[in-house]
DNA sequence: TATGAATGAGTCTTCATTCAT
DNA sequence: GATGAATGAAGACTCATTCAT
């Protein structure tokens, strides 16, 4: 049940937003009253809460083991990155949604901890290309921090137009954004 | 009183949101009453769709300066285009926070309205990347509706991190983000 | 101008009811401003008081002539006072039906001069029964007070069926009530 | 609950009208919140709606049971829907009342519903008057279309006035009005 | 586990009216 | 005569939340 109205809120916090959506729409929407959803969750901002949670703990856990994974050069792992937050299978596509668009909707700590969990992101790109730098892979002149909002904003400004249906793929179009970043859009 | 009602209308819905913003937060912050707002405006919704035509004819007019420029080559254009989309100065910057992130709570009409104008400066973005392609300024190979969207994420994305007051100034990060898609960051 | 305020309230009161009749509605059908509202009356319900004014006292005007018009028998007088009542040539029509509608609204004072005047319509009617009834023209053994009110009923009522344009003219239809009101419905 | 609402609303939209009873107003007199209010009923139209039905489908019951008896003379069945429509025991007088008086407040939809039934009532007193003129039991060249309205104008209008304290019954009411529509008031 | 009645603060919006100009 | 900016009380309705059962 906990996990039916989790499913049930992503649905509905990504279609109509997270103050749009009313208790009452939840529960009619799984036909169920307003006492069982208090009685699963102390609040409607608590189960935002565990979407955020649950979309990046997942996140930072595939995070890691692609930073862990010895065998990858920089690169690879800058493309592993990039296809890790294009990515859009259902239903991670719809919590990626909500918790970038929902994030102030968090109350004063569980935004702290978010804030901290998504900078963790930023951090391990930053690292990265910094990485790449020292080891030749990337030229060692870039300023590794605005690149690595540069790349972030490409990303996650994906949801905001990435069509699962549409003409490209979401690995293509990380392939697409990993070329424009390396090799730019000049010819040599 | 309209001027004022709507800077602080901007204010209030960049800093807490359109949904959360009510209607007595913004008379308050006036020191009127809510006839006055309403004399004005017919609703808040009203209120959003000025903030949104504003930020965005204003947008499109720079735009159409510099692509009407003969003199320019694609790739100034497309430096001018990122530029006009990361400057952040006061108060179109809240303006653009707005315009993002408040789109879906226009109305119908007014949102496709919105939407429309948006996707001119996506469009041209395209247009211009096309253009540098055929004369051999970019590579003949990229997917340029893609990587369209990738620059446009960047850019709309530093509205949510970009401080003035901060490390770099707006055309710094411009700079970076146009020396990156350009170049890459690999080197040659 | 005082004229056209009162025609133009008549035709919104009568379309949409008094209390769904807002002051914005009277000067925008009129295309002035709310303060000449108010330079020619000093509320909604002065406007109000005024229409029924005008109504009840031409009213009150056509059945003194009936009643004082000596050649008359008491027959032809009640036939007068149904043609009277209801007669819905315009603009008298629309104001008959804001006066049978909208008397609550009026205020504790001119409700009562109001319900006065009416009361005065009532009154004739039952003399001019009673009267009748004394000398031979209607059965001695009706209950006049009833009857009016029956009469009464009938006659305002048809401000809430009768068309102008119907199958039948105002004329048609007082005939019709008086003709079962003086001979019955039943065979002799 | 939703009884005592119904009840509360019957009286209070009796007594001050529909437009003029506000919400507050309902729940004041009960002693409960808005929220109880809102948790019964979606509307305020949807009570009057309530209202409306309860009291047509009383009647219309009414109705069909005398029009299918099959021992009564036309003359008996005019009788008795007279007096159903004149019979104003309470609670039925009050809610008799704000059904004529607030048609006009309900929704389009339900408006239509009220008025089919309502002329549904009209309709067959027009029958019983026609199925008479074909029997001999009335005059073969009434208007009947004419005359019904005329009734039902005098029975409707009898809310307007009738105090079930004053001098006459009600019962004693719809005799006279049947026996000035059947005999007429002139001798014979 | 789940219900459903009840709350009360809060939402946007409308309105009749006033008044300085 | 006429304007239009401003008021503030009141309107209908929504909502997250609680709690006894």
Redesign the pocket.
Known sequence: ?KEKILVTCIQLFEHKGF???????I?DSLA?????????F????EVLMVIHRMYIDTLLEQQNKLLEDGALTNKDRLRGLVEMLVTNITPLGKSARVFHRELRHLSEDHMKEARAKRDQVRVAIEKVIVAGMENGEFRPDVKADIVTLGILGACNWSYQWFKPEGKYSDLEVSEVFIDMVCQGITPK
Chains 1, 2, 3, 4 share one sequence.
């Open positions: 049940m103050s749009e959506t009313s208790i009452q729409d529960v169920v009253t307003k006492g069982t959803f208090y009685y699963y102390k609040s409607k901002e």
